[in-house]
């Protein structure tokens, strides 16, 4: 195949509300598709433990993003809870031409942006099987405080209010089918669309 007929590759945005396990899902589904590539963003948020510079984020200054944002580097970027958090604009569209397929971990926000620019990504949301056990995986977490905790719970809400605009739900209850619907969607463009899960948010918010 020459460069201009050469296939591109496929942009998947994954999104979920802080604390779903949306990154524990990601690390199984990269470890098994190795042709999938993770677009690392850049944030202004500290590390936490265990975190890689260079591999979870590509963590920079406020002054070095201000610059980013100036010189078009991001493709979308977006502050969340007073961070700024953007994707490199470069990277994905050269991975995408190379013919690679990319996974994007982005806010909801982020995640309209790149479907407006690129209609054709697939947009998938993430969240645990009831808004009481997002609640349990953030406090199990013990990364935030309990002010920062509550804050995600409450955007938990808005973002579920925002979820028309994504093709695919992954209900994060079990690991492995988690990971195995994720695989499925990102291989065969098959899973629980969005638009057929009306029924499933009040039984989500039972009990809140
Ligand atoms: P996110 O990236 O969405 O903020 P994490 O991957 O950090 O979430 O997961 C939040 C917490 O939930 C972690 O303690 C993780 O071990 C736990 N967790 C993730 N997936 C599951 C699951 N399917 N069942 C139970 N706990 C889970
Ligand atoms: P966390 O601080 O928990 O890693 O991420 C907080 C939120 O920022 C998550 O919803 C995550 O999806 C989002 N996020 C991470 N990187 C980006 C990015 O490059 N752009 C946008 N818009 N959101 C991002």
Redesign the pocket.
């Known amino acids: 195949m020459t460069e201009n007929t050469k296939k591109k590759g496929r942009l998947f945005v994954l999104s ?1 509300p ?8 990601k690390e199984l589904v990269m470890r098994r598709l190795p042709d999938l590539v993770y677009s690392v963003s850049y944030t202004t948020r500290n590390p936490r433990p265990g975190e890689v510079d260079g591999r979870d984020y590509n963590f920079v200054v406020n002054e070095k993003f201000r610059a980013m944002i100036d010189e078009g580097d991001f493709l979308e970027w977006a502050e969340v809870f007073g961070r700024f958090y953007g994707t490199g604009r470069h990277w994905v569209e050269d991975r995408l031409a190379a013919g690679n397929d990319v996974l994007a971990d982005l806010d909801v926000l982020g995640a309209s942006s790149v479907k407006k620019q690129m209609p054709e990504a697939t947009l998938i949301f993430m969240v645990p099987p009831s808004a009481i056990e997002l609640g349990r ?1 953030l406090a ?2 013990n990364t935030e405080t309990v002010e920062e905790a509550r804050n995600r719970l409450a955007r938990a809400r808005s973002e579920i209010d925002r979820r028309h605009v994504y093709d695919f739900l992954v209900i ?4 492995e089918t ?1 990971a195995s619907e994720m695989i499925e969607i990102i291989e065969h463009g098959r899973g629980r669309s969005m638009s057929e899960m009306e029924n499933f948010w009040p039984v989500f918010f039972e009990g809140l």
Do not use: C, E, I, P
């Open positions: 979920a802080s604390g779903s396990g949306k990154s524990t899902v995986r199990g977490r994060n209850d079990d690991l988690a």
